[in-house]
């Protein structure tokens, strides 16, 4: 009996520390805008379906999934939503790629914390890269990154 209740005790001690140390994660999904008709990445957590459909936007596609509590370790960096409002869009941006001041010149604004990203690929575990593209929006477009 005592052995029982010891090894549930246990059990339970892990199955806590488990729950402690697990990260929030969040489904980052592609969307086509309904402003530029080119690709944005909206985090599962920014919207319903429903919201999000009512707002104009169409083709959703999962992409990966992202850390919303903040993992261990210095490779780490808060990923950032920026919305440009000539166009009624935004852009995800990774606190060390570009700093403030550069994007608010640029006529970004309302600067929100979405999610946490490795900078680069940890040596271990099952992680890929995910890269930007510049839109291709013509010469010109205010909503061209």
Request: proline share 4%; net charge positive.
């Amino acid at each position: 009996m005592k052995t029982k209740i010891l090894f549930i005790a246990i059990l339970l001690q892990i199955i806590t520390l488990s729950l402690i140390n697990a990260q929030q994660m969040v489904d980052v999904n592609r969307w086509v805008s309904p402003v530029v008709g080119d690709f944005t990445t909206i985090p599962a957590n920014k919207g319903t379906d429903a919201q999000i459909t009512g707002w104009g936007y169409t083709n959703k596609i999962f992409q990966y999934k992202a850390y919303l509590t903040k993992p261990a370790g210095n490779n780490v960096a808060v990923v950032n939503r920026w919305e440009m409002p000539f166009c009624k869009d935004f852009i995800l941006i990774a606190e060390h790629e570009i700093t403030d001041q550069q994007m608010t010149s640029w006529g970004y604004k309302n600067k929100e914390f979405v999610f946490y990203a490795y900078k680069t690929k940890p040596a271990s575990g099952a992680f890929v890269a995910v890269s930007r593209w510049i839109n291709a929006l013509p010469a010109g477009s205010s909503c061209k990154d």
